[in-house]
């Protein structure tokens, strides 16, 4: 018999949920990637498995928690994602895939994000990322951040400066 999306997706969920949390845990609490990243044998191929799927069902986190097992593989599996993704999806898998295959041209969908009409929460993921970028243009980009209205964007757009420019204040996040 076979398998419905509408299966796999149920599936996907079950398991995401059980093993990396609620849509609000993730979200508050950050994608708990050491969850998965230390399986090993079965439970890391089960693990493998289900989140292969959930990148196939559009999944960012999936993308993501695959890039922290170190699954080089899939880095054209989240291409094809990137292309059909937007906003915080697009942001996530950009990430993800630069983890596993670093690409600083990346680096372009973090700053479309922090640059554009997003809530302060996802803008604040952006600026956070680009700490893993080293070019002008995101640089530019968190320099701007400095003078986002939101205190917790111009805060992370701050520390990612920091962290670029090789300073290591002791209260960094």
């Given at each position: 018999m076979a398998v419905?999306?509408?299966?796999?997706?149920?599936r996907w969920d079950a398991w995401k949920r059980a093993?990396?949390?609620?849509?609000?845990?993730?979200?508050?609490?950050?994608l708990p990637v050491e969850a998965v990243s230390g399986r090993r044998g079965a439970a890391r191929?089960?693990?493998?498995?289900?989140?292969?799927?959930?990148?196939?069902?559009?999944?960012?986190h999936a993308?993501?928690?695959?890039?922290?097992?170190?699954?080089?593989?899939?880095?054209?599996?989240?291409?094809?994602?990137?292309?059909?993704?937007?906003?915080?999806?697009?942001?996530?898998?950009?990430?993800?895939?630069?983890?596993?295959?670093?690409?600083?041209?990346?680096?372009?969908?973090?700053v479309a994000v922090l640059r554009g009409g997003y809530p302060w929460s996802v803008r604040i993921d952006a600026a956070i990322g680009l700490r893993r970028f080293a070019g002008a243009t995101d640089e530019a980009a968190l320099l701007a951040a400095v003078a986002d209205?939101?205190?917790?964007?111009?805060?992370?757009?701050?520390?990612?400066?920091?962290?670029?420019w090789g300073v290591r204040p002791a209260e960094i996040s």
């Amino acid at each position: 018999m076979a398998v419905s999306r509408a299966d796999d997706v149920a599936r996907w969920d079950a398991w995401k949920r059980a093993n990396l949390g609620t849509p609000y845990e993730i979200w508050h609490d950050g994608l708990p990637v050491e969850a998965v990243s230390g399986r090993r044998g079965a439970a890391r191929e089960e693990a493998l498995e289900m989140l292969r799927l959930g990148l196939s069902l559009g999944d960012s986190h999936a993308a993501a928690a695959l890039a922290a097992m170190g699954e080089s593989a899939a880095a054209g599996a989240m291409r094809a994602q990137l292309a059909a993704a937007t906003g915080p999806e697009r942001m996530r898998l950009a990430l993800a895939i630069h983890q596993v295959r670093p690409d600083p041209t990346l680096a372009a969908e973090l700053v479309a994000v922090l640059r554009g009409g997003y809530p302060w929460s996802v803008r604040i993921d952006a600026a956070i990322g680009l700490r893993r970028f080293a070019g002008a243009t995101d640089e530019a980009a968190l320099l701007a951040a400095v003078a986002d209205p939101e205190y917790l964007v111009r805060y992370h757009a701050c520390e990612s400066l920091l962290v670029r420019w090789g300073v290591r204040p002791a209260e960094i996040s």
